[in-house]
């Protein structure tokens, strides 16, 4: 069974100029995105800032409202959970944040923090009891039990992501959504903080939703990977097949600027012309056909649907030919596996 499953999620926000006006546009961040995590697995999600990759997270953890479908945790429906209900389910899953320094309060030093977290649960009997696991957290995260007296001005960034991730911990959660969590950081931490994580989901056997738009930095690190553009997926598969033979032309342009995802396969830098468009006025057809190299009079018009066109491998493009009849992306049954091999 899955440990995560993601059917049909759309997050939408109106937009309103005034307190009493009728909203004039919606803004659609996510229009209809599936898929599962098995447990133990890291998937990654990429796509360039404002592709909806980050409200997808914040749905998942229920920091936005879903406006439409639905999200299954083992099993169970978690879509609608509120109160006491909510708060037991969310320490199960936990968010480790782009930006640890704007996610600690600067007035509370490391130990607080987390020991916040632990309070919350009632997962330390006293106080003593308290500071040993803090002390624990920080041991396990690299850290030295002595940076509990700290506060978070007082940490380098590597340090504060780590003490993110320790908050993340206290709580025992199974999955962690990271959302761009070493984004912010220099190369070398980069690295530190990926094989830290590598290290934790070994020891804690933790699932994780990898969030970045670094695909080598994805690939590292994820069995599959799922790209992301204007709110929706466009491709899908197994980590290496995505960045060895991607079929999207927003994939191959998005790899085509990341110098050493494959060493042995030379890319010519493939610049896409514009932005991406607003999602509160999507383009008819394919979303991409504005920025697409390869887009023709249909793509205009008709929009492609995510299908699986060699197994394990979805692609939402006119182009690529799909077996018929096709598996639509998403279309299994609750609980299952939707983006595994068939
Ligand atoms: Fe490009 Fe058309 Fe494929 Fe969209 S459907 S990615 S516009 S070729």
Redesign the pocket.
């Known amino acids: 069974m899955a440990l995560l499953e993601v059917q049909n999620l759309h997050v939408h926000f109106p937009i309103r100029r005034g307190l009493l006006t009728r909203a004039p546009g919606t803004v659609k961040a996510v229009d209809g995105v599936s898929f599962s995590l098995a447990p133990g697995e890291t998937v990654g999600l990429v796509g360039e800032s404002g592709c909806g990759k980050t409200t997808v997270a914040r749905a998942l953890v229920r920091l936005v409202p879903v406006t439409k479908g639905r999200i299954f945790y083992a099993g169970r429906d978690v879509t609608a959970l509120n109160g006491a209900a909510l708060r037991a389910w969310r320490r199960q899953v936990q968010m480790v944040f782009q930006d640890p320094y704007s996610s600690l309060d600067p007035r509370m030093t490391v130990g607080q923090a987390i020991g916040e977290a632990l309070d919350i649960h009632g997962l330390a009997a006293n106080r003593t009891e308290r500071r040993e696991r803090v002390e624990k957290l920080l041991l396990d995260v690299g850290l030295e039990g002595s940076h509990a007296d700290r506060y978070p001005h007082e940490l380098s960034g590597g340090q504060r992501q780590r003490v993110g991730i320790a908050r993340a911990l206290a709580v025992e959660p199974k999955l962690l959504v990271c959302d761009e969590p070493v984004s912010a950081l220099d190369v070398s931490i980069q690295a530190q903080i990926v094989n830290l994580l590598q290290d934790l989901q070994r020891e804690h056997g933790l699932t994780y939703l990898f969030i970045a738009h670094d695909l080598a930095v994805v690939e590292h690190l994820s069995r599959r990977i799922l790209v992301m553009y204007l709110g929706r997926i466009?491709e899908a598969g197994e980590a290496r097949e995505v960045c060895r033979a991607p079929r999207?032309?927003?994939t191959q342009a998005l790899l085509s600027a990341v110098p050493g995802v494959d060493p042995d396969q030379k890319r010519t830098r493939l610049i896409l012309p514009g932005d991406p468009p607003s999602p509160l006025n999507p383009p008819p057809?394919?979303?991409?056909?504005p920025r697409?190299?390869?887009?023709?009079a249909?793509?205009?018009v008709?929009r492609?649907v995510l299908y699986e066109h060699t197994p394990g491998h979805f692609t939402?493009?006119?182009?690529?030919d799909a077996p018929r009849p096709p598996r639509p992306f998403g279309s299994t049954a609750p609980g299952a596996a939707a983006t595994s091999p068939a």
Not at 285 to 289: E, R, T
Not at 292 to 296: D, G, R
Not at 316 to 320: I, S
Request: aromatic share 8%.
């Open positions: 466009v999207h032309p927003y057809g394919c979303p991409f056909h697409c190299p390869l887009a023709e249909r793509c205009r008709e492609p939402a493009c006119h182009l690529v």
